[in-house]
């Protein structure tokens, strides 16, 4: 795993993590679907785009507003690379029906008792879902990017998804269950990623490659 600061240059795919979000920030939220950048989430998306050497072949991002917010200055800075919205969203593991107008604070005591349950087919309903959701949409994320033909993939994404993907590409054939989850939730709480971090994969391999 490799964190950049200045400059980025070309390599086969990248994760990065969205800017500073509203959430991130202590204010209170409506939907995980919806909470925009900060001030300081868009100024770090701006300094992000600067740091690019040259233009991606592919921007990827969520369909959560904050990765498409995260990504729109490097996209005006290269207009001519294609965006696409892949299942590379937040893992929502509390049911968000229930927490409307709330902090990630007052959520914190649910959130610590979905990690200590530590069921990965527990779904706590609405629009939830579950730890096995969750990695089972990184399978197909890896799928899909070794099956990728274009190179230099920039993907805008989040911080549980990013840190599922990398111990999945790790245990690519581990069982999905408690002690994966257990695995998962330590490593996270133990290297947490700042916003923008920035993340160089080397190659899945390609089609082409496999010819």
């Not at 679907?33 to 785009?49: D, H, N, W």
């Not at 008792?113 to 609405?126: A, E, I, S, T, V």
């Not at 939830?128 to 994404?157: G, K, P, W, Y």
């Amino acid at each position: 795993m490799i964190l950049h600061s200045n400059p980025i240059h070309t390599t086969a795919i990248r994760l990065i993590r969205h800017g500073e979000s509203e959430a991130n920030a202590g204010l209170r939220t409506e939907s995980p679907s919806t909470i925009p950048l900060t001030a300081k989430g868009r100024e770090q998306a701006l300094v992000l785009a600067q740091q690019f050497s040259a233009a991606p072949g592919l921007i990827v991002v969520s369909s959560f507003i904050r990765t498409q917010q995260t990504a729109q200055p490097l996209s005006a800075r290269f207009p001519g690379v294609p965006v696409e919205v892949w299942p590379v969203h937040e893992f929502t593991y509390l049911n968000p029906e229930l927490y409307r107008g709330t902090t990630e604070t007052q959520r914190g005591i649910f959130a610590q008792d979905y990690w200590q349950r530590c069921d990965p087919h527990w779904n706590d309903g609405g629009g939830a879902e579950s730890f096995a959701d969750l990695i089972a949409r990184i399978d197909v994320t890896l799928c899909r990017l070794q099956h990728e033909m274009r190179a230099d993939i920039t993907i805008f994404t989040h911080g549980y998804f990013i840190k599922a993907l990398l111990l999945r590409r790790q245990q690519p054939h581990a069982q999905v269950n408690a002690a994966f989850m257990a695995e998962f939730r330590d490593n996270r709480k133990n290297d947490t990623l700042p916003n923008t971090a920035v993340i160089s994969l080397p190659p899945c391999g390609t089609a082409k490659d496999r010819r």
